[in-house]
Structures are given as structure tokens and as C-alpha cells.
């Protein structure tokens, strides 16, 4: 088991292995494994890359995220002018439907709503607008909403599993309730235990994951 004073260490070395980041600005602090992440960063992308850092060091348990964003006086747009951003990027993006999605902005934070039949689909709007200049945060309350049929999910799921060279399918328990799927068993890191969610997630009518897998 490492420490908090190395797990401290580890996060703050992969913050600055992060080339858009300045780790200066960054604080961390750790206890029992729980890293919180404070200080002040001026875009979106940013904030979101600082928190994907520290998850991908080994023996992070949790991460609550403080950090501000704090735009630079030339970046700052009015809401308006971020919803018109906003719309444009998702209208053109090919995989987004966009007359799907409803925007909403608030000081800077977007708000999405709407529906889609993937999960793919959610997370390219989030990624699409994360990177625009006067965005500030992304509250994604997109809705999956599959139009295949859900009861070949779990022989799908399973058949992508097997597929991947990275996993050990076979420590991996797959069960669904619905369109819900119910993941059991061990995986041997964090990073191993992501992709099975992103394998699971890539199955046409997964709209969420409870995920029980254990780090062993």
C-alpha cells in the first residue's frame, strides 16, 4: 500500500507530466488515499485534464475536485455569446444530434439536456464544448435512450470484454437489469477498471453502470 505522502507525490509529478497544465497553481493534499485538488486554473479543459491526472495514479480511492476556473479578462464572454459557441460546435459535430439538445448558460456553466440513442453520443457533446473558451463547467444531464434491443446487451458486453487485449475478461462478472448493467468480480488496477466501463459503455443500449468491481 503507498502512502499519502507518496500518492501526494505521484499526483503531483502526473499533474506536471500533463502539458496543459501548470502545476504550480494546482494544490493537493491527500488522506487515506482521497485526493483534493484546489487552486485556481483558467479553462474548463483544464480543471477536467487536473482531475483525470490524479485518477490515473495508482492508489487514488477518490477525488474531490476544488479547483476555480478563472478566466482571463480577454477570454470572458457574456452567456450569450458562449450559447452561440455552444450550439454552433454541437450543430456541426457529425456523431451529435443536435436537434436533440437543448443548451442552457449561467455565468459561463452550460447546462445540456436532451436525448440520445448512444452513450458515445453523450460524451462527445461534453468533450466537443469542454475545450471552448468562456466555458467554465458542463453539467451534462443528456439521456440515453436506446432504440435496439437491450436483451442482447450483456452477450455483447461480454464479446467486447474477451475482444480486449487489456483485460482479464474472465475475472469479470456482467449482469443487466434492464438497460442497467451490473459489473462484478476484480480488476487490477484503476486504468483496467475504466476500460471496462468504456467497453461497457460502447454496447448500444447501456443507459447506466453499477460498477462493484474490486482492485485487487
Known sequence: MKTDAEIQKDVMDELKWEPILNATEIGVAVSNGVVTLSGYVDTFHKKSAAENAAWRVKGVTAVAEELEVRLPFDARLTDVEVAEKVAHTVKWHTVIPDE?????VTDGWVTLEGEVHWNFQKESVFNAIRTLSGVKGVSNYIVVKPKVDTTLVKDNIRKALERNADLEAANIKVETMGNKVILKGTAHSWKERRAV????????????????LVIA
Open 100 to 104: 436533440n439538445i437543448k443548451i442552457k
Open 197 to 212: 466501463e468504456t467497453a461497457v459503455w460502447s454496447a448500444p443500449g447501456v443507459v447506466a453502470i453499477d460498477d462493484q
